[in-house]
């Protein structure tokens, strides 16, 4: 038997489990469709999707022909379509011009690619500021680009979302299309990061 504690859950799970058992309780809700909705939040959508679409892209020229003429078609091409993916625009980085994305009125986010957003992209800071002074916000990711690089703020709405399809990392001529989405990160598909150059780094 280990000796070892288990940390009890924080309170804001405990409330939304609590909450849960009463709906179920009522017959409110059906405890099937709950499992189903956490699936497709954790597993089926969120930027493992986006990961997908990208190392699709940088393998398969055609593929990435589809995805920059209409990206909504491309994406659903792969199986990720629906609520908040309807109107979908692929924004190509190169060495010439980087893409950064945000919704400067509220949050409005291609969650069939890429899942919830994070809090930083909901902050008012960040809505206010990317647009005014792009470069700097994205040094506070630990992104520095040249300055002959040009930057594009886009920004979302309820009729169009974006994604951002980085630049594939030199010296990845011979991986697998999965070994590729390994190094696709969701901060590079909103465009405040590049891919990774090798699987073992962090976000």
């Known amino acids: 038997m280990s000796n070892s504690t288990t940390k009890p859950p924080s309170s804001p799970a405990l409330r939304v489990k609590a909450l849960e058992t009463l709906l179920v309780e009522k017959q409110l809700v059906d ?23 990208v ?63 994070p809090t930083w992209y909901k902050s008012a800071a960040y809505r206010s500021r990317v647009v005014l002074e792009p470069r700097e916000v994205l040094k506070e990711f630990e992104l520095v680009l040249p ?25 990845t001529e011979g991986f697998s299309e999965e070994q590729l989405a390994d190094l696709v990160s969701r901060d590079s598909m909103i465009g405040v990061g590049l891919a990774l150059s090798s699987p073992t780094q962090s976000e």
């Open 31 to 53: 405890p099937k469709a709950v499992d189903e909705l956490v699936d497709i939040v954790e597993n089926r959508i969120g930027p493992r999707n986006g990961a997908r679409v």
């Open 147 to 171: 300055s002959s690089t040009e930057v594009r703020v886009w920004d979302s709405n309820a009729e169009i979302r974006y994604l951002v399809l980085p630049m594939r990392p030199e010296g």
């Open 55 to 117: 190392a699709r892209a940088w393998v398969d020229e055609d593929y990435k022909r589809r995805l920059l003429h209409n990206a909504t078609s491309a994406i659903a091409e792969l199986g990720y379509s629906g609520g908040q993916g309807e109107h979908m625009v692929v924004l190509e980085n190169t060495p010439s011009v980087h893409n950064v994305t945000v919704c400067t009125l509220c949050s409005c986010y291609p969650w069939p690619t890429l899942g919830l957003p």
